[in-house]
């Protein structure tokens, strides 16, 4: 699977995840919330000396329906579809809640608010206007229910009954928002080193590789620093494949990734381009670059002893740029065409893209 196809393996295996934690995330938070909220409207229906029913509908609100929410979604088939329902249940609550307050101020504003913004720390689009309708919707189902009375006046009881919903829910929906966002920082920054680095040898993927190819190009035609790119081939690879198995040609392709990443000077940039090839960029003359080439072949070769059996061995097309205006794809075609000239030589060999580099057998 490409690096492309990997991230969009690890987008889909998040967002899943994502789906499936959403309820077991939201459980302690409800549980808390709702336990918080019913406070001050158990307050004021103690001042009000206010019917059994409307009694036990606060109650169940605050610390029955939490575990309820928590088993539908647990036992659905959807979890994350279930989860949005009680979402919305939450919202009409909360609504139901602020009529039987008779829309007392203080705590109608906070149980609104921080419903509302329960369902925006979701991350569900759209959720917090259908359960903002909802909410108002219900509210004025029940306020019509119970003879839609209003009393806006909080008094002292009711305002200290609301303090725990505002400092304590809100700072561990705090706390719970922080450590969702240092998870998916790290997540993200897993994504940008799986995009950056080929997961079998550690070097750099075709993509990163060819922006750090370009910045070296840059600075070759702006200011004449140098610059040589090595493109390597595994000779027969297919070979290596078919006779060991596919686990001894990625022993193989790692092992080429360790000599390169252990020939290569500071400031070179080694990718692979994809299956068996390799290609590095370095700020060497082609001069210095051929010593580079032999001593990479060699590194290749010593992997005979390594594993057994096997028989590797690396052609290497070098070249520096033609010209200050060339780009990356036409430095790639020079250095493609003295990797063909070294294979069709007989493998095993660097060529440059003007004359062949003479190496003598260790």
Sequence with gaps: MNEQGRLQVAAVIGTSNRRLELYRRTYPLRTLGMGLAVLPALVLL??????????????????????????????????????????????????????????????????ATVATADKINSGVRGLWSRALAGMLASALATAWITGFRVDVVTGMPALLACLPLLIIHTLTVSASSYRLIRKVQAQNLRLDEISRHDTLTGLQTRRHWQEQARALLADNARNGM??????????????????????????????????????????????????????????????????????????????NHDIPGVRCSVSIGLAEPSSPDIDLRG?????????YRAKAAGRNLAHAAEQPVEFVEP
């Design 331 to 339: 430095w790639m075609e020079d250095a493609d065409r003295a990797l």
């Design 226 to 303: 140098p610059a040589s790119l090595l493109l390597l081939d595994v000779d027969l690879f297919k070979s290596i494949n078919d006779d060991h198995g596919h686990a001894i040609g990625d022993d193989v392709l790692r092992g080429i990734a360790d000599a390169i990443r252990h020939a290569i000077p500071a400031g070179s940039h080694a990718g692979r381009l994809g299956g068996d090839e390799f290609a590095v960029a370095v700020p060497l003359p082609l001069s210095e670059t051929h010593v580079l080439a032999e001593h990479i072949r060699n590194r290749v070769q010593a992997l």
């Design 46 to 111: 103690g001042e009000r000396q206010a019917g059994w029913i409307a009694w036990a509908f606060t109650l169940f609100c605050g610390f029955i329906w939490p575990h309820l929410a928590w088993l539908h979604a647990r036992f659905r088939r959807d979890p994350h579809q279930a989860e949005l329902t009680n979402f919305m249940i939450d919202s009409a609550m909360a609504g139901s809640l602020a009529a039987l307050m008779h829309f007392n101020l203080l705590p109608t504003v906070v149980l």
